[in-house]
RNA sequence: GUGGGUGUAGCUCAGUUGGCAGAGCCCCAGGUUGUGGCCCUGGUUGUCGUGGGUUCAAGUCCCAUCACUCACCCCA
């Protein structure tokens, strides 16, 4: 038997309800803050993610599904979104007619790692982009839609977790106080640390590792270093956040993983996932655009983990399955015809109807409406094909009445549609 | 890439010192010849993950391999 591929899955009726719902919760709040969807390809060239994720990135180092197409061109696998964003918009001059765009997409994305609860090599994200302001509101803007998504979602355990990274003005002085620092610890840190210490020595601030987090206790912080104008933007940002009641904290060792953040960065936390916390992030990417040949705009987004939100959604993917609201249970084969014909009418109309397709006993057929939770039966046998009638059952309440075959169609509908 | 745990029916899982592969749920039919849920009776469902080895005999012991899963790393 052939199965899917390692890390990958099938989302399967019963659950994939929670993903429509899910979808259409996010689609709506984007759409009515003045997002508007954005569909970008899965595949791009792998250059575009080499330079707008970071050459020496763990993503772009070992996780990208990387082939060369017949023609000989390095085509890669979307392992995020965002560099293809902003490569649309650079591509069709949408900063042309107003700078300010906002945008969401919602698809697949594909890394290779080590599957794991909450990781997959397909997943899922959903995400959002500014285009344009360099304003912290917008910063506290996606902050709090992120978290009224959750709200509405009836996500619990959640937090959100904020933090500044400087700008290129201030994050050279950093980096370089933070090397000095990282010299004279160097027998403390664990190897993953060590190596990472001259190639990206802001991620050592995030290591989980118990012996790392002692040693760097009293490490530099980068918010001593931020210059004035970071500094403003970050408490503009938190002040804007405290006036929308938007819980936070502020985290220092917020690093992400991506080369081209800038100023704010923010993860949405949960303590439900097991190993993974983060169920969304993102951050400012103010010199993306340019760096990728394209105007010097600001820019800001975020992803949210879609498969991981699926896995702490306070909602029952059984309330949200729409059970037929008919079920048409016909004996002897010209009631069967009638029936059949019928539930093409109703389906039409947009009655949800079911029949039973085989030549079964009422009972069993009864059985059937019961286990799809059919909330009406419609009986029609060969007493009520002679008498020009069918009976109309309400499950719930076993009461019955008789509608004459010839305007059925619509007495069903007057009954049953509340 | 590294480490731990787990692979037996569609699902959840038993399976003793190696001795005929099981239960519950689900599904189907009947009890009730035209009325669901509860109950009763009967029935269907297996490369025991895969390949090799030990043995008279392997679901059980040994080796390998694959998959799933959790964790490290990193991230959504």
């Known amino acids: ?15 994939v309800e929670l993903w429509q719902h899910i979808e259409k919760t996010a689609a709506t709040l984007f759409e009515e803050f003045g997002f508007s969807e954005i569909r970008i390809p899965i595949m791009e060239k792998t250059e575009l993610f080499a330079r707008s994720i970071g050459e020496d990135t763990d993503i772009v180092e070992k996780e990208m599904y990387t082939f060369p197409d017949r023609k000989g061109d390095l085509l890669t696998l979307r392992p995020e979104a965002t560099a293809s964003v902003v490569r649309a918009y650079i591509q069709h001059r949408l900063y042309a ?13 594909f890394r290779r790692e080590r599957p ?72 403390l840190l664990c190897s993953d ?6 190639r990206n020595p802001l991620r050592v601030l995030d290591c989980k590792v118990p012996a790392c987090r002692e040693a ?37 060792r917020l690093v992400r993983g991506l080369d081209y953040y800038t100023r704010t960065t923010f993860e949405i936390q949960t303590g439900a996932l097991g190993a993974q916390s983060a169920v969304a992030g993102g951050g400012r990417y103010d010199g993306l655009v340019q760096a990728l040949g394209g105007p010097d705009q600001p820019a800001i987004g975020f992803a949210i983990g879609f498969d991981r939100l699926v896995e702490i959604v306070g909602l029952n993917p059984a309330d949200l399955v729409r059970p037929p609201d008919l079920f048409m249970a016909a004996l002897g084969e010209k009631s069967q015809q009638m029936a059949f014909d019928w539930m093409c009418a109703l389906g039409r109309q947009g009655v949800r109807a079911e029949i039973d397709y085989g030549d079964r ?21 060969e007493q009520e094909a002679a008498q020009g009638k069918a009976t109309l059952r309400n499950m719930a309440t076993r009461d019955q009445l008789e509608i004459p075959l010839e305007r059925l169609v619509e007495a069903v509908r007057e009954t049953i549609q509340p």
């Open 193 to 198: 640390c060590d190596r990472r210490r001259d």
């Open 216 to 252: 760097m206790i009293d490490a530099p912080s980068l918010h001593d270093y931020l210059c004035a104008a970071c500094r403003a933007h970050f408490e503009t940002v938190k002040a804007t956040l405290d006036r929308l009641g938007v819980a936070y904290r502020v985290d220092k």
């Open 116 to 187: 794991q609860k909450g990781r997959y090599r397909q997943f899922y994200q959903i995400n959002a982009e500014i285009f344009g302001v360099a304003s912290p509101l917008v910063d506290a803007e996606l902050i709090f839609l992120l978290v009224t998504l959750c709200e509405r979602l009836k996500v619990t355990d959640v937090a959100a977790h904020i933090n500044s990274l400087g700008c290129p003005a201030c994050r050279p002085d950093f980096k370089q106080a933070l090397s000095v620092f990282l010299a004279g610890k160097t027998a």
């Open 1 to 15: 038997m052939i199965q899917l591929i390692r890390g990958f899955k099938d989302i399967l009726p019963g659950e």
């Open 361 to 381: 006993s009422l009972k069993s057929q009864m059985k059937r409406a019961d286990k799809l939770s059919a909330r009406y039966v419609l009986i029609i046998g």
């Open 97 to 109: 007619q107003d700078p300010v765009r906002k945008f969401y997409t919602i698809g697949p994305m």
